[in-house]
């Protein structure tokens, strides 16, 4: 969870302004949670209060109508309506917010069932629910050790994803906020990087839809890397009290982080 929020922090203030660089400044004045953040907390806050995921995201996403980049348009819509209803959307906000799935369930299936949950109220296409589940699943497979970085290119292959060289996607990259698109390239930089802070550099390296594709990439290195106790530090500082709220309840629930990041 804490992965997906750094990497939409850092890749905020790229995604309508894309760089090919890797070593810009992580953290600027600009830099700020944008949707890819407010729906993480909201999945986050329905597993651990209970809520409905759907009402969940409609509670968070009303309170915060505008955030920095703004929310899609389909998904701003659905938002906004009166009886919100899913959409058919493959898009990616399906895979970016499902992190805490990954951390919050304890086992393969029950991960699996959750994250298409965690899909359907918006984006109910066999395409967004992949994505979803690949994302979640990957989370938990890495951080619980059942499978390594050598096993993830067979595995995702089950979702009919194949990841590119990093290289190559940098070259040819084109704004898409496809999950088929932009899983596999946040799963490309998380292979080719040595620890979390590279796969973030990675991430926003390759353009296109910046934020999402660092904050995908940032919450399956989360469960392989140590995050960096800086890059945490000014990541949560950047939170408003509400999501920081949501967030400590979801680190006292993960032995993982526990006290260390309480007391950062």
């Known amino acids: 969870m804490l992965g997906a929020i750094i990497g939409d922090i850092i890749g905020s203030r790229f995604e309508f302004n894309n760089t090919n660089r890797t070593d810009f400044d992580l953290f600027t004045e600009e830099s700020t949670y944008t949707d890819d953040t407010i729906c993480t907390i909201a999945i986050a806050d329905a597993i651990l209060n209970g809520k409905k995921y759907k009402n969940s995201l409609l509670e968070w996403c009303r309170k915060y109508p505008n955030p920095k980049g703004a929310y899609g348009g389909s998904f701003a819509r659905w938002i906004q309506s009166d009886d919100p209803q899913p959409y058919n959307s493959y898009g990616n906000g399906s895979a970016m917010r499902v992190s805490p799935v990954g951390w919050l369930f304890d086992s393969h299936q029950k991960v699996l069932s959750q994250a298409q949950l965690s899909a359907i109220p918006s984006h109910d296409h066999m395409g967004g629910i ?19 970085k050598g096993g ?3 595995y995702i292959s089950g979702y009919g994803y194949h990841v590119n060289s990093v290289n190559s996607i940098r070259m040819h990259n084109t704004f898409n906020e496809t999950c088929h698109v932009t899983v596999p390239q946040a799963i490309s930089c998380f292979l080719e990087a040595n620890d979390f802070e590279e796969t973030i550099r990675l991430a926003v390296s390759i353009g296109g839809d910046s934020d999402t594709i660092a904050a995908i990439a940032g919450s399956i290195a989360e469960s392989y890397y140590k995050i960096p106790d800086h890059i945490a530090v000014l990541a949560i500082d950047k939170l408003p009290d509400d999501m920081f709220m949501i967030f400590t309840q979801f680190i006292k629930e993960n032995p993982i982080y526990g006290d260390r990041l309480l007391k950062l």
């Open 130 to 148: 992949f994505g979803a589940q690949c994302v979640a699943a990957l989370i938990f497979k890495l951080r619980t050790g059942e499978i390594d």
């Open 152 to 154: 993830i290119e067979q």
